[in-house]
């Protein structure tokens, strides 16, 4: 007998308020994050793996300009695109990530090549290319990744003497726009992707922890997946991911309280602003942050979607 099914996604957390959205973009958000929880959803309904439901969905995202990864990534301080990715599967822990990518259009399909087609699980820079090439991803110009609304966030901040963990000057000011997805198929298995084009006028390629399994991705059948967004270097520095799955085997502790304990811990503490999606082997949701909003999405086992933004739109 098949198990329940459920699939939730992110577009990123911060300071988003209502104040300052206004109603086009605002629908424009909702659809596109419509569009990606449904598409990972069908591949869950047809009997899909868990792992191409999570890639369908961040796939949407990453094609989006709204969010920053792949088509809408921010611009490092030489004016260039540099992402990231990451993906594990639940069956087998395997997992699968890409740092500082320039020319590949959706770097999450490239972060599962690693794990499937790879001996590796991370590949940075030139090399991950060179693999990507091998495995027939197409070379895409810089030109596709750039619009107007970044080179202008990069001008902004480089006149400040400033890198952004966040956006400027913009109906979502300060939100960490990585994307990501967790899911659950027909067989049990549990996936989780993220996506990120990093933070504006980075400098020596710096990583965030999009890529950086156990910091922004994790998966584990029988326990959960998490997929994170915020301030990567707080991030990294809490695990968050691996934490919310080492809270759940060794305390016992329900999805909802492993995650709001870090989130609104020690995390929290440090002064890390963002959030998280997980999901547990169950199929029960939870998304937390400790910012104003999040750009997120869900069809629970039950198959009821929710689509949201603000901290106080209640699933």
């Known amino acids: 007998m098949s198990r329940p099914i459920a699939i939730a996604i992110h577009g990123g957390a911060g300071t988003i308020l209502k104040a300052q959205m206004t109603p086009e973009l605002e629908r424009d958000y909702r659809q596109v994050l419509q569009k990606a929880v449904e598409a990972g959803h069908q591949i ?21 300009p709204l969010f920053n990864a792949g088509k809408g990534s921010v611009l490092t301080h030489d ?5 990231d990715a990451s993906i594990m599967s639940g069956a087998g822990i395997d997992a699968g990530a890409v740092a500082g990518v320039r020319h590949i259009k959706n770097p999450i399909q490239l972060a599962k090549d690693v794990m499937t087609k790879s001996e590796h699980v991370m590949l940075i820079g030139d090399g991950a290319e060179k693999f990507a090439f091998s495995q027939e991803h197409e070379f895409t110009e810089q030109d596709y990744f750039f619009t107007d609304r970044r080179y202008e966030q990069l001008q902004s901040m ?7 963990l966040s956006e400027s000057q913009y109906p979502d000011d300060r939100k960490h726009g ?5 899911a659950l198929d027909m067989n049990g298995n549990l996936a989780a992707a993220t996506s990120t ?5 980075k400098k020596y390629g710096r990583v965030g922890d999009s890529s950086v399994i156990g910091a922004g991705t994790y998966a ?10 915020g301030m990567g270097e707080y991030f990294l520095r809490c695990t968050v991911a691996s934490d919310v799955s080492a809270r759940m085997r060794y305390l016992g502790e329900s999805v909802h309280q492993a995650s709001e304990a870090i989130i609104q811990g020690e995390l929290k503490e440090l002064g890390g602003e963002g959030g998280l ?19 997120r999405a869900s069809v629970n ?5 929710y689509v949201a933004i603000f901290a106080d739109e209640m699933a």
């Open 44 to 64: 869950l309904v047809a009997g899909g793996s868990a792992v191409d439901a999570t890639v369908a969905a961040v796939t949407v995202m990453e094609d989006s």
């Open 79 to 83: 004016e260039m695109v540099e992402m």
């Open 158 to 164: 480089k006149e400040k003497g400033l890198f952004a």
């Open 178 to 182: 990585t994307v990501g997805a967790v």
């Open 197 to 201: 084009g990093g933070v504006t006028n």
């Open 220 to 229: 584990r059948n029988e326990n959960v997946a998490v997929s994170a967004t």
């Open 277 to 295: 999606i997980a999901l547990d082997a169950q199929g029960k949701i939870h998304f937390g942050m400790n910012s104003s909003g999040m750009y």
């Open 301 to 305: 086992t039950k198959g009821e979607m």
